[in-house]
């Protein structure tokens, strides 16, 4: 009975998020300079008559709604893995040096080799990977603690933070790009972008879908995980690693996006607890409406002038989450 309650409970929260999503998807559809009726909106996408509104919301509008939801959901489920991978919280993809390595190589290219910028996704998501590897490295000994891995993560992103930092005074000129990818837009993506966050982001989903059950495990604690025939130092590297691809395949198209991870499986278990099983749907589809929303409000706050979607996730959810710390005190375990 109790197990039904809770289904039904996962089913109507995930249904209340669709819908608010698709609600959400037609605002977003409509602002911009030119504002259309919902029918047209409608028409537009599945009409094949040539016109101004069809080429605005089927090139602009559109490819950038449907990348908002892909990359939100991406973060929030690789926040909600490393979460459970580290025990702790505040981990999101930022602890592990995901984004700092993405960020940096994206920053290299732009700076001191432009000729190279229509490359700058394959070189982020290299030094996202290259970065990631190089913490487990530096975090290994026997085995694979949480704590090693954030002070590992801590050390690379100090590091990786000065170096950027360098790069940016050297060539302060040339910097429009640069913080564009720093901060994080969703501003004039394409369909291109879409296909690449769609193909590697179906992929890392997937992926952290299969891992609900040993995410579950581990949240039980190391010496409970293992006695239940988990091995923890494989597992725990396992995860992080969709965890790490999920968050770089996002860094990629559009840029060094924080608090989606850290904030949104905080939410998500709010509504439907720790259980992986629920926490993992609810934050795809959470995660996607948060980021929908403030790539919206982004759009509208100062008339004539967009603010990246980068700075209102920070804006919005460092406040947030110090709200739910000291309402809840421990939202960590539901």
Not at 31 to 50: K, M, Q, R, T
Not at 279 to 299: C, H, K, M
Request: hydrophobic share 55%.
């Amino acid at each position: 009975m109790e197990n039904s309650v809770k289904t039904s409970r996962v089913v109507a929260v995930c249904l209340t998020l669709v819908g608010l999503i698709l609600g959400m998807s037609i605002v977003a559809l409509n602002v911009g300079s030119a504002g259309y009726s919902v029918s047209e909106i409608i028409n537009a996408i599945f009409s094949d008559e040539p016109s101004t509104v069809k080429v605005v919301v089927m090139n602009l509008r559109l490819p950038r709604v449907i990348l908002g939801l892909i990359v939100g959901a991406s973060l929030a489920v690789a926040g909600a893995i490393l979460q459970s991978v580290m025990g702790n919280p505040l981990a999101d993809p930022g602890t592990i040096g995901v984004s700092a390595g993405a960020g940096t190589a994206a920053i290299t290219i732009l700076l001191l080799f432009p000729h190279l910028s229509a490359s700058v996704p394959i070189f982020a998501f290299v030094g996202a990977g290259l970065t990631c590897v190089l913490i487990f490295v530096m975090a290994w000994d026997n085995g694979i603690s949480p704590m090693r891995i954030i002070l590992s993560g801590v050390a690379i992103n100090s590091v990786l933070g000065a170096y950027n930092s360098f790069l940016q005074l050297l060539h302060a000129d040339d910097l429009q790009n640069v913080l564009a990818f720093m901060n994080g837009s969703l501003s004039g993506r394409s369909w291109n972008q879409v296909y690449i966050a769609l193909a590697y982001g179906s992929v890392g989903l997937i992926l952290a879908f299969c891992c609900t059950k040993t995410a579950n495990l581990l949240l039980l604690g190391e010496d409970m995980a293992k006695s239940l025939g988990v091995n923890v130092n494989k597992s725990r590297i396992a995860l992080s690693a969709v965890s790490a691809f999920l968050a770089a395949s996002t860094v990629t198209v559009v840029g060094m996006i924080g608090f989606v991870g850290l904030v949104v499986p905080h939410m998500a278990r709010l509504m439907v607890g720790s259980d992986y099983k629920a926490l993992l749907p609810t934050s795809t589809l959470l995660g996607g409406l948060v980021l929908l929303v403030a790539d919206t409000v982004g759009r509208v706050i100062i008339p004539g002038m967009e603010v990246p979607v980068g700075i209102i996730m920070a804006l919005v959810g460092g406040p947030f989450f110090l709200y739910m710390l000291k309402k809840r005190g421990k939202v960590y375990g539901g």
